[in-house]
């Protein structure tokens, strides 16, 4: 039996938390004593990965065959793709083959190349056990990464779907040389060498075909070289079948992922303000892309150590001990907050931003 959770009066903040622990944790134990499966998680992690990525082979294979449209690949491949993201998350946190290095480090790899745009999954490691210690603060680099805290306009929508971008951005605001080699560094040490491969293609296929549109409407169509073109049409079967999937995919995570995590004005440790849940029907396009990471990640920062499959499946009951302790569900005004937990004044708005 659930336990009754006391009101925000009667308990602290690690008191609910610790409750909302204790009672989805053992609703996770529950579940794999019903259903012994769940007990296999090795096995069910290598079993995701290998059907993740023959989806994604078989998608692109039949589109090569000519089997499906363009778009019914790239959003395939960005569904498959998404279910790496989840196992390389849970890859981070060692929850699968945890004492056997070589499994383990075979499954990093592979879904770092399903998804080439990320940075190296080992340095990522760093960042993200950084991000549960900091979340929320200016040290919380993984997340600042990804726009939190950003108020929202043109700059911020052009960084959640596009990672270069995002670094490009930061580098035209930096201060000083340091900080603009120090912005650098990083990101051609993160996203060496697939990210690297990855945008580069993305730019290509961006340039070419805008430079081919611009010349045609203004009436002189360049005549591309046989070579050209046929460059031209392997990259275009790499944007269909993984880079275009990936670009979807992540800016479907960034968005939901950056305004679902509170930046600023929480409280140092407090789990209970680190994050809302994000889950009303229209952000479902997205989440569909990310793995309905909107609704289960919050659980993730109350129960580190389960894997995301069993995250879906204390969903209800989890939701329920979070909305009696305090955590926000569907918080719109954050966006117009730039993420912060409480409204601020437009002074004090404008001098975080300049900061």
């Not at 383990?104 to 990320?118: D, E, F, K, Q």
């Not at 979340?135 to 950003?150: L, W």
């Not at 070579?227 to 990259?235: A, P, Q, R």
Request: hydrophobic letters at 45%; one cysteine or more; a positive charge.
């Amino acid at each position: 039996m659930t336990p009754t959770p006391a009101t925000h009066g009667q308990q602290n903040h690690q008191q609910r938390s610790a409750h909302i622990r204790t009672v989805v944790m053992a609703r996770g134990e529950e579940l794999r004593q019903r259903y012994p499966i769940l007990q296999h998680q090795d096995a069910l992690g290598a079993g995701i990965l290998t059907f993740a990525l023959a989806g994604m082979i078989g998608s692109a294979w039949l589109y090569l065959d000519g089997a499906i449209a363009w778009w019914a690949c790239l959003l395939a491949n960005a569904f498959f793709a998404s279910l790496t993201h989840e196992l390389e998350h849970d890859l981070i946190h060692s929850m699968y083959f945890r004492k056997q290095r070589v499994p383990h480090n075979l499954m990093m790899a592979l879904v770092w190349m399903a998804r080439p745009s990320t940075i190296n999954p080992w340095i990522r490691r760093h960042l993200h056990l950084n991000h549960h210690k900091v979340s929320g603060s200016e040290t919380d680099i993984e997340e600042r990464a990804i726009t939190n805290g950003e108020p929202w306009g043109f700059a911020r929508l052009l960084m959640v779907g596009d990672n270069v971008m995002s670094s490009f951005i930061r580098f035209l605001r930096a201060k000083t040389w340091a900080h603009k080699k120090m912005i650098v560094t990083r990101t051609l040490k993160g996203y060496a060498p697939l990210g690297l491969l990855n945008w580069s293609t993305w730019y290509v296929f961006l340039g070419f075909h805008l430079i081919d549109f611009v010349a045609s409407a203004a009436g002189a169509p360049i005549a591309w070289s046989a070579t050209t073109l046929s460059v031209m049409d392997g990259v275009t079967i790499a944007v269909v079948v993984l880079v275009g999937p990936n670009v979807l995919r992540t800016f479907c995570l960034h968005f939901v992922s950056s305004n679902m995590h509170y930046y600023g004005d929480i409280e140092a440790g407090n789990v209970i303000q680190q994050t809302q849940v994000l889950n009303p029907w229209w952000l479902w396009p997205l989440q569909a892309f990310c793995f309905n990471f909107g609704s289960t990640h919050a659980i993730h920062h109350f129960v580190v150590k389960e894997p995301f499959y069993i995250r879906q499946l204390t969903a209800p009951l989890a939701h329920q001990l979070m909305r009696d302790a305090g955590v926000r569900f569907n918080d719109f005004g954050t966006f117009a907050r730039a993420n912060r937990w409480q409204p601020v004044s437009k002074p004090a708005a404008e001098a975080a931003q300049a900061a």
